[in-house]
T-cell receptor, first 113, second 117 residues
């Protein structure tokens, strides 16, 4: 158990809908990262937050957004969902801003029908 | 540009065989960090090791060992006396902060290891 929690574990929704994925980092970790894992794209970095502020962006679509709250939990919002958004979404946390190991949550499997 | 290549898509071995998973990376930075993660069939990503570019010492942890060679830009992972529980997808990753991705991990495509009894 990495100490990172993600909810829900599974999510099935229809095209055009909006969903919110939630992540609680390990106790004391200030950095939260979101990654998407799909068969064709592999594991891709989406976005990073550090202590409530956005720090880095990767291949995140404009339809996707995220935020980190004062209690350090983070939410990833996916809107106008398309079939191609079906994937496993991981949240990871690390203690500081440096290049430290990241501990991953169990993931949320999103299926868009 | 950053890139991680795991040329072996799938490897199958029999229990007790030794197996080496290859990882080749590309980066323009002199300071960078390399990682290995394991993704068992249950799906979670498990951290195995982190190595910085200044430390070329090989590392051993039980049946696992890692060989870092800057001259060939490789960070290979060897499992000695493999066991069925080692069956998983193994990912090599790089972080160098050279672009807007900051400290994010750039992953290879992964190597699926199947160990049969």
């Amino acid at each position: 158990d990495s100490g990172v929690t993600q909810t829900p574990k599974h999510l099935i929704t229809a095209t055009g809908q909006r969903v919110t994925l939630r992540c609680s980092p390990r106790s004391g970790d200030l950095s939260v990262y979101w990654y998407q894992q799909s068969l064709d794209q592999g594991l891709q970095f989406l976005i990073q937050y550090y202590n409530g502020e956005e720090r880095a962006k990767g291949n995140i679509l404009e339809r996707f957004s995220a935020q980190q709250f004062p209690d350090l939990h983070s939410e990833l919002n996916l809107s106008s969902l398309e079939l191609g958004d079906s994937a496993l979404y991981f949240c990871a946390s690390s203690p500081q801003r440096g290049h430290y190991e990241q501990y991953f949550g169990p993931g949320t499997r999103l299926t868009v029908t | 540009a950053q890139k991680v290549t795991q040329a072996q898509t799938e490897i199958s071995v029999v229990e007790k065989e030794d197996v080496t998973l290859d990882c080749v990376y590309e980066t323009r930075d002199t300071t960078y960090y390399l990682f290995w993660y394991k993704q068992p069939p249950s799906g979670e990503l498990v951290f195995l090791i982190r190595r910085n570019s200044f430390d070329e010492q090989n590392e051993i942890s039980g049946r696992y060992s890692w060989n870092f060679q800057k001259s060939t830009s490789s960070f290979n992972f060897t499992i000695t006396a493999s066991q069925v529980v080692d069956s998983a997808v193994y990912f090599c990753a790089l972080s160098d902060g050279s672009n807007q991705a900051g400290t994010a991990l750039i992953f290879g495509k992964g190597t699926t290891l199947s160990v049969s009894s």
